[in-house]
């Protein structure tokens, strides 16, 4: 069964100060590992895809790593409105499908303080 | 971007009636759609997936009877809370992934809808 953990559970940041959220996996023959953003009673915004160890992607003040094991999500100088939910979730081959289902981590909620 | 939208955003609702929320790809055909419910702080659970066409597939410990699915299209699939009951209350999000090339791996998500039963 794929697993997805997620760390911190929350991080509080000043303006500013770079950090990264952590995304551990466990899974069958990896499809895609999935980065979203989710803002308070709205769904999930879809950030990057990783399909492969090595590769990163960036958009603004975000930059998404993968390894075998796991994948960051570098926030350099973050500001008040990059406070929201950050979920991360893979699909692997499990079942035997091409286009499995996502199986989501609990999600790290990031707070940036002005 | 894919768009994904959901109708109702807010819907309340007595005790025994049914509901219905839409869920609609608006610039890409969706061949496969899925359900999610979230509580607060939590994640998404899956619920369901349906693919166009076809019977739904519901995870374990989802009744089906309870909640219908219906991918009428491409662009469409509706899920029904039949018999609400309270505990049936929660932020039901719906997901499409695109048939066309080169998008096909990657969810979109509607903007949720949120059910309180009375």
């Known amino acids: 069964e794929d697993q997805v953990t997620q760390s911190p559970e929350a991080l509080r940041l000043q303006e500013g100060e770079s950090s990264s959220l952590n995304c551990s996996y466990t899974?069958?023959?990896?499809?895609?590992l999935f980065w979203y953003r989710q803002d308070p009673g709205k769904g999930p915004e879809f950030l990057f895809t990783l399909y492969s160890a090595g590769e990163e992607k960036e958009k603004e003040r975000l930059k998404a790593t993968l390894t075998k094991k796991e994948s960051f999500l570098h926030i350099t100088a973050p500001k008040p409105e990059d406070s929201a939910t950050y979920l991360c979730a893979v699909r692997g081959n499990a079942g035997g499908t091409s286009y499995g289902k996502l199986t989501f981590g609990q999600g790290t909620i990031l707070t940036v303080h002005p | 971007g894919a768009v994904v939208s959901q109708h109702p955003s807010r819907v309340i609702c007595k005790s025994g009636t049914s509901v219905k929320i839409e869920c609609r790809s608006l610039?890409?055909?969706?061949?496969?759609m899925f359900w999610y419910r979230q509580f607060p702080k939590q994640s998404l659970m899956l619920m369901a997936t349906?693919?166009?066409?076809?019977?739904?597939?519901?995870e374990q410990g989802v009744e089906k009877d309870k909640f219908l699915i219906n991918h009428a299209s491409l662009t469409l699939s509706t899920l029904t809370v039949t018999s609400a009951h309270p505990e049936d209350s929660s932020f039901y999000i719906c997901?499409?992934?695109?048939?066309?090339?080169?998008?096909?791996?990657?969810?979109?998500f509607g903007p949720g809808t949120r059910l309180l039963v009375l």
């Open positions: 349906s693919n166009e066409g076809s019977k739904a597939t519901y």
């Open positions: 997901s499409a992934r695109s048939s066309l090339t080169g998008l096909q791996e990657t969810q979109y």
């Open positions: 899974v069958s023959g990896l499809r895609g």
């Open positions: 610039d890409f055909q969706a061949t496969t």
